[in-house]
């Protein structure tokens, strides 16, 4: 069974740090890996989505790299704004086959606070 | 181009009672998925659905069910509300259910049972 960890749990830091987010899971047979960002009672905005093969995707001030071997995946946030506070999850999807090709398994979540 | 949609916004039950929750996902998505977020946690996957038919399911009670019309709207019905069934209901969207494909997730629906 796939299990998720996030580490930290919580982070709280001044504005214009830059900032690591960690990611890992117990299955190395992953389709692909993406991190979403969650604003206090919405919905999951994607961030970046990373396939198996790659090792790493960028967006902007977001990097997000991918250690499949190991199982980890990091998140790293350049020169963080306080409108970066949201929790951020991790997702992974498993590979082909079965009845839960589609399903993500989530973490738990690190709820990240940027403070001016 | 409209997101995932999702009905209604919150809804409050009491237990014992019946509740369905819709989807609509962006244009040409064929693929719906469903996952519940009790407060403080990450999203667990309920259903996933493509072209109609049951594609997975999570570790949910038979009193989950969903189903997945022609237009490839969805809905998720819960019945004999348990106060444990209170949190966010997400919807996701996605091109199909196999491939490199994102799921793009809805607002989500906000359910207190009490």
């Known amino acids: 069974k796939q299990e998720v960890t996030q580490i930290p749990a919580a982070l709280s830091v001044p504005e214009g740090e830059n900032l690591v987010l960690n990611c890992s899971f117990t299955?190395?047979?992953?389709?692909?890996l993406q991190w979403f960002r969650q604003d206090p009672g919405k919905g999951l905005t994607s961030l970046l989505l990373?396939?198996?093969?790659?090792r790493e995707q960028t967006s902007g001030r977001l990097n997000a790299s991918l250690d499949k071997s190991s199982g980890r995946s990091t998140l790293y946030i350049a020169a963080s704004q306080p409108g970066d506070s949201a929790t951020y999850l991790c997702a992974v999807r498993p590979s082909a086959g079965g009845t839960s090709y589609g399903k993500l398994t989530f973490g738990q979540g690190t709820i990240l606070t940027v403070h001016p | 181009d409209a997101g995932v949609t999702q009905s209604p916004t919150h809804l409050i039950k009491t237990r014992g009672q019946h509740v369905t929750l819709r989807c609509s996902p962006i244009s040409g998505h064929k693929s719906v998925s469903w996952y519940q977020q009790v407060l403080g946690q990450g999203p667990q996957f309920i259903f996933q659905?493509?072209?109609?038919?049951?594609?997975g399911r999570g570790n949910f009670p038979d009193r989950f069910s969903a189903r997945q019309f022609p237009n490839y709207s969805s809905e998720l019905n819960v019945n004999a509300l348990l106060l444990g069934d209170s949190a966010l209901y997400l919807c996701?969207?996605?091109?199909?259910?196999?491939?490199?494909?994102?799921?793009?997730f809805g607002p989500g629906t906000r359910l207190t049972v009490t």
């Open positions: 996701a969207s996605s091109l199909y259910f196999q491939g490199p494909y994102e799921q793009y």
């Open positions: 299955d190395s047979a992953i389709y692909n």
């Open positions: 659905y493509y072209e109609k038919e049951e594609r």
């Open positions: 990373i396939q198996s093969s790659q």
